[in-house]
């Protein structure tokens, strides 16, 4: 029971949004099987939240929708004109707008199909270009190729991280840290307090010192629940991943793993 979208169209069987999602431009990047759908600008993030583009509990989303935090999670993760970016989770594209006024280019990843289409659509701008500064990937980051995608240039990585795989995603990072300058993520405060976790700390563990190994770790700022649709019943927190060689080496980080988790 989808809601009607506040517009006409000519085309009667395109007049739910969700059968809006069929109608297909040439002009996208052939090379990511990207789709360029057509519909009108006043159709905005809520009213897309609304009809087609509801939040999948299967995949963790939460969108962030408040500008100002998205601007806050720009500077802190310090974005220059220079910066290439790979942005996960692109959802709406809030975080995205705010990235693309700011850095050189960003690849943004996007598992989530209906997702990929409202971005194409939302950021049309962007990617009706001869030489496009946005290319957005239909990917699951678990999977992806990082050594082929990050190897022309370093990159800064920024991301509002599904909470169900926050831990393995940053797992995932720890293994491919070469591959980037800096990770800036935002995830559930308590995942957050696990990996700042000093000594001593109830919060201190495995994860904590996995992370520890391979990143120095940064405390940006918490996010409400308010400022995400849908509300999650958890507080967020932002924070930085910058890759460090350990001070000692480790021959066997297999066996190293194992004996953390007994």
Partial sequence: NL???AFQTSKPHLQSFGLLLQERSHSCSPSFGLQLLRMPAHVNIHQAIKMKLRPKKSLGQHFLTDKNYCQKIVKFAQINPQDKIIEIGSGTGQLTKALLSNAQRVLAIELDDSMVSYLQVE?????DKP???LKILQADVLNLNWKSIAKNSPVKIVGNLPYNISTRILSTLSTVKHCFLD???MIQKEVAQRILAEPCNRNYGFFTIMMDYHFKR????????????PKPQVTSSVI???PQQPIHSISDYTAFQKILKT
Avoid at 123 to 127: G, S, V
Avoid at 218 to 229: E, L, N, Q
């Fill in 218 to 229: 940064i405390f940006g700022f918490d996010v409400p629940p308010g400022v995400f649709v």
């Fill in 123 to 127: 950021l049309a701008d962007h990617l």
């Fill in 131 to 133: 030489n496009p500064h």
């Fill in 3 to 5: 809601l009607k979208p």
């Fill in 183 to 185: 990770c800036t993520v």
């Fill in 240 to 242: 930085k991943l910058i």
